[in-house]
């Protein structure tokens, strides 16, 4: 008799034994996934909520030193590069000295004199279209 095979323990596991695991993690799987799928859009959404209200910090910054927002045309690039004609600049006003895009990689909307505020900063979410909800929904200045 070969001693390979002495005992049931030794011949390793049986096909109905591996079904079981893999059925069982098929499960985890299945219902753990969308939990954490919808987590992480969320998540992207509070950054973006996070962005906004530092671009509104650097957009008052700005204001201190210049006397007026920037307006439409000068837009957010404002924070990082002199805008022509500004001589009490002080600047760059963002950390990275660059603009950055909202978690989906769009660039963020600027308006001045804004609709709803003094200034209205606006990410359209993962669409990139007005409205939307879920991670789609539009993250914006004057909420």
Do not use: C
């Amino acid at each position: 008799m070969n001693k390979w095979f002495n005992s049931r323990r030794d011949r390793g596991f049986t096909l109905i034994e591996l079904l079981v695991v893999l059925a069982i993690l098929g499960l985890l799987v299945g219902l753990v996934g969308p939990q954490v799928m919808d987590q992480l859009g969320g998540s992207k959404t509070k950054a973006a909520r996070v962005q906004v209200a530092d671009l509104g910090a650097a957009l008052d910054l700005y204001r201190l030193d210049v006397g007026h927002y920037p307006n439409s045309a000068e837009g957010l690039e404002a924070l990082v590069s002199k805008p022509s004609g500004q001589s009490k600049w002080n600047g760059p006003y963002l950390k990275k000295s660059k603009v950055p895009t909202d978690p989906w990689g769009n660039e963020y909307s600027y308006r001045f004199p804004g609709e709803h505020g003094a200034y209205d900063i606006i990410s359209l979410g993962a669409d990139n279209a007005e409205g939307g909800d879920g991670e789609d929904q539009d993250v914006v200045s004057w909420e």
